[in-house]
């Protein structure tokens, strides 16, 4: 005769529970919100292949795409931190257009000496793009007024001002050549070009366009490297995962996903090789995209960005300054918005009244399309959804806002006045945290108590015994108390 014991959890943070084989496809009705974005966008890219007798895949069409809307996922980076942070910025458009026609009026028409050198006005206009973020970010965090009605009268005064600027309905340009590779011009072959087939010439000397098929090297290494970087770093992040015991995706998934990006990723890289290599905005692009990703899941700024958004009373308890975050929030959306209109202006070559005309509706829909919430705190950051492994199965449990607000803080230890607030706030909401397998009594009346509902009153100090003889234990802490000099414990005063 044999008796079985239950295994005994490795981590405090979720129960290690023997987990049988999940079949892929209902992982993958799990996770439809982030799959279901890479399905549609396949099917759309195949559909419209047919449907143009293959013209969406040429080289040149896909440059074309990627120079005309660039300047959308540039403005959409620093629209979802607006929209995570529970706020709007229905301005970009016209901030955009602004800023182009002040690029274009310091480049051709005002007779500025060196300031009139492309870089140099492009230093000066993502500065006046941040201070007009700036001045937006002030009435919104500091005064309370609705993001919804500072940005819209922003739209319409930056609108006037862009019209205004250009002496009412011209344009100004041409602009400079080097201005204007920013948005058309392509990295340059350092390493060489290799030819596969050579290029037929005609009966006058002259090479046949089209012919012959020549790789531009450089990219096809910025392709390999970045699709191996790729995979790395997911592979690190899920191992991440499943060391802390939270619930990763299958592996058969994961290496079917991590294919077909990377397989598609290396389609799109060798039809830019065979025209005249990657784009500068699409390089632009790409850091941009890589730096984002960095500050949303590793940095504190980004893990207070998420906590504000999902909870702006328990992110002010826990101690982050969420006006000074508000602020930084719309600083970084006008500095992208001004480098939109950069973009913009280089793509057309000229500064028109109509630039950006709309364009904060296509920004907005893109940070929606994206799996952004209009109510703040979700989108592609640190939280996922926080679910975890509970007695065997997949449970949606809510996620305790206490170590979520110490997450948002990079990991400090809040002094006693923030845990207290914490508490209250758990106690209001119902979301404090419960050991496993036991359930969670109602607060007392002393701080760091509990009593059973209907009981007397608890003693005065915890760690007492009340009349029923049973020892009342402390309530779980967020944190280990840190420790205080005497002089501290003085000016703090009794505990209350």
């Not at 660039?70 to 607006?82: D, H, P, Q």
């Not at 929209?83 to 009026?105: E, Q, R």
């Not at 970010?137 to 500072?150: D, E, K, L, M, T």
Request: contains cysteine; aromatic residues 8%; hydrophobic residues 45%.
């Amino acid at each position: 005769m044999s008796t079985e014991s239950a295994p005994v959890p490795k981590s405090g943070v979720a129960e290690d529970v023997q987990q049988g084989p999940r079949v892929a496809v209902s992982a993958l009705v799990t996770n439809l919100r982030e799959y279901g974005l890479i399905l549609a966008l396949i099917l759309i890219m195949v559909f419209f292949q047919f449907t143009t007798s293959g013209t969406l895949f040429k080289p040149v069409n896909l440059s074309n795409l990627v120079q005309q809307n660039s300047f959308i996922i540039v403005m959409a980076l620093g629209m979802l931190l607006v929209i995570v942070s529970g706020h709007i910025d229905l301005s970009v458009g016209s901030v955009a257009g602004f800023i182009g026609a002040l690029a274009a009026m310091m480049m051709v028409i005002w007779p500025l000496g060196p300031f009139s050198n492309p870089l140099v006005v492009s230093i000066i206009c993502l500065i006046v793009g941040g201070a007009i973020g700036a001045a937006q970010g002030y009435w919104i965090a500091y005064h309370r007024i609705p993001s919804f009605i500072v940005t819209l009268a922003g739209m319409l005064i930056f609108r006037g001002i862009c019209q205004a600027l250009l002496g009412g309905g011209s344009s100004v340009g041409p602009l400079p050549v080097g201005f204007k590779a920013l948005s058309s011009g392509f990295i340059p072959d350092v390493i060489g070009s290799l030819t596969l087939i050579p290029p037929v010439v005609n009966a006058a000397g002259k090479t046949i366009v089209g012919s012959g098929l020549t790789l531009h090297m450089t990219t096809i290494v910025i392709g390999l490297v970045a699709v191996l970087a790729y995979a790395y770093l997911g592979l690190r992040a899920r191992r991440s995962r499943e060391r802390h015991g939270y619930e990763a995706e299958p592996f058969p998934l994961f290496v079917v996903k991590t294919l077909v990006i990377s397989a598609l990723t290396l389609f799109l890289v060798y039809q830019f090789a065979t025209y005249r290599g990657l784009p500068i905005v699409l390089v632009v692009m790409g850091v941009l995209i890589a730096l984002f990703v960095f500050v949303t899941k590793r940095m504190t700024v980004g893990r207070r960005i998420y906590a504000m958004g999902g909870n702006a009373k328990a992110a002010q308890l826990s101690g982050i300054k969420t006006e000074r975050l508000t602020l930084m929030v719309f600083i970084n959306m006008g500095v992208l918005s001004a480098l939109g209109g950069l973009i913009i202006a280089a793509r057309l070559g000229q500064a028109v009244p109509a630039a950006g005309l709309g364009s904060e509706l296509d920004v907005i829909a893109a940070v929606f399309i994206g799996g952004a919430s209009a109510m703040g705190g979700v989108g592609q950051g640190y939280w996922r959804g926080g679910r975890r492994l509970h007695h065997g199965r997949d449970e949606q449990r809510h996620v305790d806002h206490g170590r979520q607000c110490r997450l948002a803080t990079g990991g400090e230890r809040p002094g006693a006045a923030r845990r207290r607030g914490l508490r209250r706030l758990q106690q209001e909401q119902g979301l404090s945290r419960e050991k496993p397998g036991r359930t969670r009594k109602p607060y007392g009346s002393h701080r760091g108590c509990r009593q059973e509902a209907g009981a007397k009153k608890s003693p005065e100090r915890p760690g007492q015994r009340a009349q029923s003889g049973r020892r009342i234990s402390p309530v779980a802490r967020i944190g280990p108390e840190p420790r205080r000099s005497g002089f501290a414990r003085w000016a703090a005063g009794p505990r209350q």
